[in-house]
């Protein structure tokens, strides 16, 4: 199982569009990403991919653009962070008992990362998945997020069907808990509200071994 490789190469479209943004946008992070928190947590939240101005700017996992707003919220209001903002590496945030990580570690074009890199940076999910304790929960921020999990058990689809705030128990004791993703669209359609987040974390935190 690979450990985490900040200067991964392994996708050559990824890879050629973090040069570009390195070359537009100097400061930024502009790297794979990597995951954030408790090495030692139960809870670890899966989502796509970094955002352009978000994580691929500051290199923390849902910090620094709106798609994080809600998470963090959320997360220090059922007691898995210390501060409801997540806005640089250097802010002092802390995560209790949780830690964040993404399907895919680099900025895709469009957001938008094809299946051969899903498949591609599994094997990053596949070694973070080898680590959890048993009876750990995984909350899948949306379908991509949710079928990388599966792809990193070697389960199929067809079995563990996505649906915002669905519970699915996997091998080992692992369960897996589905919500819509925190971006920008889903909170301002109202797909994905401040009641419908909070409600698929506390299901996740009532998994969780006292």
Known sequence: MPEFNRDCLACPRLASHLARVRDMHPRYYARPVPP????KARLLIVGLAPGMHGA?????PFTGDHAGILLYETLHKYGFASSPQSVHVRDGLVLKNCRITNAVKCLPPGNKPVPKEIVTCNAYLRAELTTL????VLLALGTVAHDAVLR???LKRTAYKFAHGSHHSLPGGIHLVDSYHCSRYNTQTKRLTTDMFEGV????????PD
């Open 133 to 136: 304790p048993p009876k750990s």
């Open 36 to 39: 954030f928190g408790d090495p």
């Open 56 to 60: 691929n700017r500051t290199g923390r």
């Open 152 to 154: 990193a058990f070697q």
């Open 201 to 208: 974390v506390r299901k996740a935190k009532a998994l969780l």
